[in-house]
């Protein structure tokens, strides 16, 4: 998403060249924004002229007028009528489920699994094998370790993206999925050869009780610019 408004273009160009990865974060977090209706864009940029002069002023106007005015309340406008046309529409499953692919090199590490162990807990976990070193509670509690430290990781230090399954359904089951697009999964953080080994099963934790820690655009209200969510302006 492309700002209109020239003080905060200027704003997120400066943002997104900065040091700090917090904020570049951020600012990239708007220009990453999708769905968004051209006249819900409008209205949020005309009401901020004049509060961008630098991101502080941005941010005390983000969480003090904008959101208190546009989210916190009864019918957030992300579903009014204002957003009506950016919606998803088509088929859509009754029953949705998000995905997030991770690298589980940390996580592995710091719970002292392998890669087969977690393999066994998956199938036990999801009822495919009977229990053997690990019964269903162990392997259910082995897991909610897993995705703790999966949502700690220090290395993290980047938006988190998650998917609808049915849309990357397809490109999991392929067996090159490693070598495939990273936008689709938003693995461009999992470069190495190894990353992708060790991430190659990470999809499957979600059907296991493992919720991300940030789900991902547009299937939540957090974060920054006129997506409206309700948290700071961050991944």
């Not at 950016?86 to 489920?97: P, T, V, W």
């Not at 609808?164 to 938003?186: C, E, K, M, N, Y």
Request: charged letters at 25%; a positive charge; one cysteine or more.
């Amino acid at each position: 998403m492309t700002s209109r408004l020239k003080e905060l273009k200027d704003l997120l160009k400066v943002g997104c060249a900065s040091d700090d990865p917090i904020r570049a974060a951020y600012c990239g977090n708007y220009l990453f924004e999708e769905r968004v209706l051209h006249r819900r864009q409008t209205n949020y940029e005309e009401a901020l002229q004049g509060q961008a002069s630098d991101f502080d002023a941005w941010d005390l106007w983000h969480r003090n007028r904008y959101l208190a005015q546009a989210i916190y309340r009864k019918v957030p406008e992300t579903f009014t009528d204002l957003n009506t046309s950016a919606a998803h529409s088509g088929d859509l499953q009754e029953k949705q489920r998000l995905v997030r692919i991770e690298n589980l090199k940390y996580a592995l590490h710091e719970t002292g699994l392998t890669i087969a162990e977690l393999q066994e807990i998956l199938a036990v976990a999801t009822n495919k094998a009977l229990a053997g070193k690990y019964d269903a509670i162990d392997a259910q509690a082995a897991l909610e370790d897993i995705c703790a430290s999966l949502n700690r990781n220090p290395h993290s230090v980047r938006p988190r993206f998650a998917s609808f399954f049915q849309d990357v359904a397809d490109t999991i089951d392929a067996s090159d999925w490693g070598q495939s697009s990273p936008r689709p999964l938003r693995t461009g953080a999992l470069r190495s050869r190894a990353g992708r080994d060790h991430a190659r099963r990470a999809h499957e934790l979600s059907g296991a009780g493992c919720t991300p820690s940030r789900p991902s655009r547009p299937q939540t209200d957090r974060g920054r610019a006129p997506y409206l969510r309700a948290h700071r302006p961050g991944p």
